[in-house]
């Protein structure tokens, strides 16, 4: 009940005027559905009474009756009905909204398909609570009340020998409801299972194919299918039978009132009229008991949505409250303090050593340095050694302990989180491209109608797009696909880094982004990169040595802790490992480069001098 309250509170009751005339319209549907019956009974009786004129007076109420019920119950759906779509509406975006909020642990758990199930069937399923469901419930309780109640003024007797039958039904369909319960829940957790099969054979279908996985791929979507079909089957045979049983009811009780009602009228105590009547009683008694069965399917799928719903908007961010305004700044960017800082991965983090279990070892640990306002700071080390942690950290896609990073002196877990994140720029390792333009894609911050074309275009020229865009069919308007698929990997790293570019940022986060780009970029790149991070604090992860030799200090991470820092000259002075050896072996590499690339010496041109 508490949480009925709350939604009532929150999405429905400020539709309480359009709940309330619907109710009039619909009560109004009924008190002419029951008129008809009584017009019928006095239109019978004034035949018997050969009272021809009266007969025809009333026949023609039947058809105005008829016509008023077209009108007046097309008006109360519409009322009840209009509002399921504007809650479904606020809704969705509620849980949007909430969903943006969440930390990257909360993804980490929930499941892709789960979520987008319980944006798109859920939110669906609750519409039909408020709309269809809201108005069959005063339906069925106000044909229910009415309908009996004229039938108990016309013969008491004849009615309770129709009730009986009625009873069963109901017993019946109490049995029925409470199958429907544990199918309906069963089925909305098998369409997030479905949901996620679809999601993950879509985004790795190059891989399946490659690796001639797609049977296997294939044959677990065909179980999670194959799961919800046994479910939808059992509704369905619940649902068939439902009709036969109150059609069956509906005739038993028809026979009752022919007989009894029959006999009745022989014996002088029954009139014809009223056994007409009584005969479109048990008709509309027995629809709305199957409306009953309808109505009681709508609000069970909409309950179970509506809690499956306020779980994701309940959930807590299980961040401290962080309200407080960015600090000044002293210089250019902000200054960084790092003391302490161990993390390890929550369970189920499939980012995390080791892979979905919780790391044996933290991701970090012990980690404790400074980064002067406006200084370049490189990061260094083998893959698990937690350089990409430590960026997620400082840009807040994981809350790290409190009291481990500050910014200008103020505890980061303390800053407004949205503030913080505007005045960052990070480009992680996995490129991620929206399927929009490449031009919105790289303004991506900007809002509406505010977009800057020319630094669009200087950051595409920083980011070395620019012979990248003479081949594209419509340059920066090109869309590029779902997460970018049209481009290559190195394309998307640019393109993100471009994204980076056209920011205005006082903290600058690059992880690895150059990893998928060839020497001669890589140069043009490096020379950007220092470039516009002037005048910013600057993080820059990469396990190339070129990319960081220019940094004003480099960082080296070993397994979790951090074991040297340093200028790229103190390093190798140092013999710090594994710096000098990942740096042997890089300019090792570099000479075979140049040595497969240079012609020989006899289709050289000639030196002159």
Excluded at 588 to 603: F, I, N, S, V, Y
Aim: aromatic share 8%; glycine share 8%.
């Amino acid at each position: 009940m508490g949480i009925i309250q709350r939604f009532w509170r929150h999405y429905c009751a400020r539709h309480l005027r359009s709940y309330l005339l619907g109710f009039a319209f619909l009560a109004a549907t009924t008190l002419l559905t029951v008129g008809i019956p009584v017009f019928v009974e006095w239109a019978v009786d004034a035949m018997e009474a050969r009272a021809a004129d009266e007969a025809i007076g009333w026949a023609i109420a039947i058809l105005v009756a008829g016509l008023a019920i077209m009108v007046v119950r097309t008006l109360s759906r519409i009322l009840f009905f209009n509002p399921g779509r504007v809650v479904e509406y606020q809704l969705k975006s509620d849980l949007f909204e909430h969903l943006t909020t969440m930390p990257r642990r909360y993804f980490d758990r929930m499941r892709p398909g789960e979520i987008i199930s319980r944006g798109t069937n859920d939110a669906s399923s609750v519409r039909a609570l408020v709309g269809f469901g809201s108005l069959q419930i005063f339906n069925v309780v106000l044909t229910l009340i009415f309908t009996v109640g004229q039938m108990l003024i016309s013969d008491a007797l004849l009615t309770l020998l129709c009730i009986l039958p009625l009873g069963v039904a109901a017993w019946i369909l109490n049995l029925a409801i409470r199958r429907m319960f544990i199918l309906i829940r069963r089925s909305q957790q098998q369409i997030a299972t479905l949901s996620d099969r679809i999601l993950e054979t879509y985004n790795g279908v190059t891989v399946l194919n490659a690796f001639n996985a797609m049977p296997g791929a294939t044959e677990r979507f065909d179980r999670a299918n194959e799961d919800l079909l046994a479910s939808a089957m059992g509704l369905v045979t619940i649902q068939s039978w439902l009709l036969p049983i109150v059609t069956v009811v509906g005739s038993v009780c028809l026979v009752i009132v022919l007989y009894a009602g029959g006999t009745m009228v022989v014996d002088h105590g029954l009139s014809k009229g009223e056994l007409a009547a009584f005969t479109i009683y048990i008709r509309n008694v027995a629809g709305a008991l199957l409306g009953l069965g309808w109505m009681l399917n709508a609000v069970q799928r909409g309950w179970i949505s509506l809690g499956r719903m306020y779980e994701v908007i309940d959930a807590e961010t299980g961040r401290p409250p962080c309200d407080a305004p960015l600090p000044e700044r002293a210089g250019a960017g902000y200054a960084l303090r790092v003391r302490d800082l161990t993390f390890r991965h929550p369970e189920g983090d499939p980012s995390a050593p080791g892979g979905s279990q919780t790391a044996a070892r933290p991701a970090l640990e012990d980690v404790s340095f400074d980064i002067a306002s406006g200084e370049v700071v490189g990061v260094f080390g083998l893959t698990g050694s937690g350089k990409s942690t430590l960026l997620d950290l400082v840009a807040r896609v994981y809350d790290p302990p409190p009291g481990t990073i500050e910014v200008a002196g103020v505890p980061l877990e303390s800053i407004d989180i949205r503030a913080w994140w505007g005045s960052l720029a990070y480009v992680p390792q996995d490129a991620f491209l929206f399927s929009q333009s490449l031009r919105d894609n790289i303004a991506l911050a900007a809002p509406a109608g505010e977009r800057d074309d020319e630094r669009v275009a200087a950051a595409a020229t920083d980011a070395a797009l620019t012979d990248d865009l003479a081949a594209l069919s419509h340059g920066l308007d090109t869309v590029v696909g779902e997460r970018g698929i049209t481009l290559s990997g190195g394309q998307r790293q640019r393109s993100a880094l471009a994204r980076a570019f056209y920011r205005r940022f006082e903290v600058l986060l690059l992880d690895d982004v150059l990893s998928a780009v060839d020497h001669a970029t890589e140069r043009r790149l490096i020379d950007a990169i220092y470039r516009r991070a002037a005048g910013a604090t600057a993080l820059v992860v990469s396990h190339r040595i070129s990319v960081l030799r220019r940094a004003h200090r480099i960082l080296v991470l070993d397994r979790g802790r951090l074991v040297a820092s340093g200028t790229h000259e103190e390093l190798l002075a140092r013999g710090v490992e594994p710096y000098c050896r990942v740096h042997k072996l890089q300019q090792a590499r570099d000479r075979d480069r140049a040595a497969a690339t240079t012609p020989p010496l006899t289709e050289r041109e000639p030196t002159v001098g």
